[in-house]
């Protein structure tokens, strides 16, 4: 059974690995609005999410895509869902700057937000 957390302790908006819970590999204490909300996110052991790979197939572009559009209502809610954390996270293209603190992500135009 995986440990509970504790919210109090937790920072808003950053994601951290479970590799002892056994369904979900993500948690976040998501704040938006002066509200908190713990999040559970990310399949256990999935072995098609992750980074884009240098010479990633064909096949795995189009996992990306499906997954973007199939959740795209979700994910525009912002980050009080778990569709928002798991495509921040899992899905696309992060890059750690200053020991992993700020993100960038890039954008279906090619541009660059912070998050």
């Known amino acids: 059974m995986a440990t ?3 919210k109090s302790k937790m920072k808003c908006n950053k994601p951290k690995r479970t590799p002892n819970h056994p369904k979900k590999s993500h948690v976040v204490k998501a704040c938006s609005g002066g ?3 713990i999040i559970r996110f990310g399949e256990q052991g999935a072995k098609t999410a992750g980074k884009p790979k240098a010479g990633e197939s064909d096949r795995m572009k189009q996992k990306r895509k499906s997954f973007k559009a199939r959740h795209a209502k979700n994910i525009k809610k912002g980050r009080m869902s778990a569709a928002y954390w798991a495509d921040k996270v899992k899905w696309s293209i992060l890059v750690p700057l200053l020991s ?4 960038l992500n890039a954008t279906n135009s090619g541009f660059w937000n912070f998050l």
């Open 4 to 6: 509970r957390v504790d």
């Open 35 to 37: 509200k908190e909300k």
């Open 100 to 103: 992993g603190e700020v993100f």
